[in-house]
């Protein structure tokens, strides 16, 4: 049949969502069930048990082939480490007794200096381009893969510690990480969950007691931070350059392409498994010849066009909310369609869809807020272009995940841009110009959109009344912008003015999809300078903070405040990739 003009009727598709939703919006399970300790965790080590390992356990740095991993144990020092804070959301998702957490060894743990028994550690093996060249071997070169756990609910859960020591994919760098971004990690991975966008997780930060040595600006000035270690969470850490760095080395290793797609397939797309003809998941391709992509003939064609649309869809909900990743390389793309390696990102302030916060990517811009849809779809064709060197997929097959991308992420886009104007119908020339705007005069995009749910849908307001209720997010503007913003507003008044829902029931929607909190990089900042001195107390508010992006929070109103002056400073606002 031909493509549902939605993307989402079809019946792989509507399967699609609904494990879209289960697997990356990471419901919590009954927090009735039956609450384990760390002894008690059920360990199933499948990426180690089924994939094939690298002979060498030892964490020399070098060249591993044949090889989806190398077994390697942490190797950090530590000097009486402390647990700075933990997820109780994460917690639950692991079914571990809240205790735990009080127990006097969980650092020892957590940081890698206690092995858990059960835990089969590894270093993934992947490659990537990076700022669109090819950079041949990455891998995990400070994260160590502790294994999966099993929850009561049967959801598969890898942990994994990032800066616990050298790996063979280290290269020349130490396999540490520093407390201030291992808070950044922390907090946003949080963050973003309760966003509503698809995410890795954390479950816990433990300061190691050691200092490491950082040049944060690779200008030759390091200076010595506090050491710490994040423990990241998610259903798989399988990226694009997962399997890239397979076919890159020729035909002798395609058939690891094929082993990995088979055992992500297993047991994270396990309804791509068990599809039958029955379902007959045939579109046409829209070429002059009229033929046939059948997704129910190929499960890799399946599979690959289910990645497009997780990815598109990601991605949609980050320009939605404002969020620029930073460094978008291929080794950074998740397969399951998370956020995943949170480095030097940043939300938007003042809107500017040029804005990169990191200052690796200011030369070109490559990463900036506005191109992350178009890198997207290119990352995504690199990634289909591995799967057709591996025949896994053929050339219409590629095409047509990437038009799949394309189609998701419009679709999702516009649904969420029309929520978050809480309009009746998608109205793309009312949108974009409300975008030019508030680029022209950098108004701030969270609390922009947050404000703009006090507008009333009465076409009566005088014009020099309509920008009133805007007031505290459109600030220093003249008589000329102050004609085009009231422009904009008849137009919108008008929109408002056609739908039936009255004032208040769409200023609930609208507050729905508009936080008004997210986690601004001088939050972080703040949170950071009092920690590095001992005090955890920020860190803690931040967390349950961005908890609950949406609530208006009482009390908390600082904390949507714009970014002061001392906040766009570089180190705050803009931050390299090192860590």
């Not at 963050?191 to 040595?213: D, E």
């Not at 714009?562 to 906040?567: D, E, G, K, N």
């Amino acid at each position: 049949m031909d493509s549902p003009e939605d993307g989402l009727s079809a019946p792989l598709l509507d399967s699609v969502t609904q494990d879209f939703k289960n697997q990356t919006l990471l419901i919590s399970p009954n927090n009735n069930k039956k609450k384990k300790s760390l002894e008690d965790l059920n360990w199933d080590n499948s990426f180690v048990r089924e994939l094939p390992s690298d002979p060498r356990t030892d964490p020399f740095p070098r060249e591993v082939l044949h090889a989806c991993y190398t077994k390697v144990s942490p190797s950090v020092q530590v000097d009486d480490p402390q647990l700075v804070i933990w997820s109780q959301s994460v917690a639950d998702l692991l079914d571990l007794d809240n205790k735990e957490f009080e127990r006097p060894d969980f650092p020892l743990f957590f940081s890698g200096a206690t092995p858990l028994v059960g835990a089969l550690p590894y270093a993934q093996c992947y490659g990537g381009h990076q700022f669109g060249m090819w950079a041949g071997q990455l891998g995990d070169g400070r994260a160590i893969t502790l294994g999966e756990i099993l929850n009561s609910n049967s959801q598969r859960w890898e942990l994994q510690l990032k800066g616990a020591g050298k790996t063979p994919y280290s290269r020349f760098a130490d396999g540490l990480a520093v407390l201030r971004s291992s808070i950044r990690e922390f907090l946003c991975s949080e963050a973003m969950h309760h966003l509503g966008i698809p995410t890795t997780r954390a479950l816990c930060l433990v300061n190691t007691g050691k200092l490491v040595t950082r040049d944060m600006f690779y200008d030759g000035n390091p200076k010595e931070e506090q050491g710490a270690i994040v423990c990241r969470v998610a259903q798989s850490f399988l990226r694009f350059g997962s399997y890239q760095i397979h076919a890159s080395r020729g035909n002798e290793d395609l058939e690891i392409v094929r082993v990995l797609a088979d055992y992500a397939i297993k047991h994270h797309f396990p309804h791509i498994e068990n599809m039958s003809k029955s379902e007959s998941l045939s579109f046409s391709t829209g070429d002059e010849d009229h033929s046939v992509v059948d997704l129910t003939s190929n499960k890799y064609a399946a599979w690959a066009v289910e990645i497009a649309e997780r990815t598109a869809s990601t991605i949609a909900r980050w320009q939605g909310v404002g969020f620029t990743h930073g460094v978008m390389n291929t080794d950074n793309m998740s397969i399951l369609g998370l956020t995943i390696d949170y480095g030097p990102f940043g939300f938007l302030d003042a809107f500017d869809p040029k804005f990169t916060p990191n200052t690796t990517d200011l030369p070109g811009r490559r990463y900036c807020f506005a191109n992350q849809p178009d890198i997207g779809l290119w990352n995504l064709a690199q990634f289909t272009s591995t799967l057709s060197s591996a025949h896994l997929i053929n050339e219409k097959e590629a095409d047509y995940a990437l038009e799949r991308y394309g189609t998701r992420f419009m679709d999702d886009y516009q649904d969420i841009m029309t929520k978050k104007l809480g309009l009746p119908k998608y109205n793309k020339q009312l949108i974009g110009k409300l975008l030019t705007n508030m680029a022209v005069d950098k108004v701030d995009y969270t609390n922009f959109f947050r404000t703009l749910s006090n507008i009333k849908a009465d076409t009566s307001i005088p014009d020099d009344e309509l920008l009133v209720p805007l007031k505290s997010v459109l600030l220093d503007i003249g008589k000329e912008r102050k004609e085009a913003w009231t422009s904009w507003l008849k137009t919108y008044i008008h929109e408002l003015s056609t739908s039936d829902i009255s004032d208040d029931q769409r200023k609930t929607l609208m507050d729905m999809v508009n936080p008004k909190y997210i986690l601004r990089n001088y939050l972080c900042q703040t949170a950071i300078d009092a920690a590095e001195i001992g005090d955890f107390g920020e860190v803690r508010r931040l967390l349950k903070l961005v908890e609950h992006p949406f609530d208006e929070q009482p009390g908390m109103e600082k904390y949507a405040r714009l970014p002061p002056a001392w906040a766009y400073r570089p180190g705050v606002c803009m931050l390299s990739c090192s860590s």
